[in-house]
């Protein structure tokens, strides 16, 4: 499958892995959902969104998680402060990128319906602005998949609590919007993955 990555760019691909899904049946990166684990799904895309530069960022299933990660050739970070929440994961991620990273696509393992096809959109947007943060739209709402510029890493290394990198969204003046309607799926709890389920 063709890289959507711009040559004259060079974006990372971070997948946040380290929540311990409380609200799951079962381990969330290893839940499966049309027949592969969920955490597959965020590998395959990080890897085909960014040129196979790509790392997880581990915590709560570590060991479960840097079994599938090995198998897709992608870079792992454990996250010992992963209960402080998705903005210390965001935090250990983005530390860890090379300083040749021009740009970080924010990816949760809890978006299997999302597609290649329809993040190549998010990545061209970034390509064709490349100062500016792009954030996944559906209705009114907007979120990750997010891709982040430069400029913004000092921020997102300050990062901690549940919120993410909502903040940095919000206090920045320079965020466009794509339509990515199967941003809309998450997988939380038991209800959710039923519905994903029956999607597939």
Known sequence: MASVESRTTELWSVILAAGAGTRMPSIKPLTAIG???????????????????CL????????????????????????PQWALGMGA????????LPSSATHVLIL???QPLIRVDDLSAVVAASRDQPESIIVSAFGNTAGPPVV???????????????????????????????????????????HALAHVRSKL
């Open 148 to 190: 982040f510029p430069r400029r913004t890493f000092p921020a997102l290394k300050q990062l901690t609590g549940d919120q993410g990198a909502k903040t940095v969204v919000q206090q920045d003046g320079h965020v466009t919007r794509v339509s990515l309607p199967a941003a809309q799926w998450d997988v939380d709890d038991a």
């Open 56 to 79: 997880v960022v581990s915590g709560a299933h570590f060991e479960s998680t840097w079994r599938i990660t090995a198998e897709f050739d992608c870079a792992m970070v454990h996250n």
């Open 108 to 110: 949760l393992i809890d």
């Open 89 to 96: 994961s965001i935090a250990q991620g983005v530390a860890a």
């Open 35 to 53: 027949g592969r684990p969920m955490i597959e799904y965020a590998l395959r895309l990080g890897r085909a969104s960014s040129n196979r530069n």
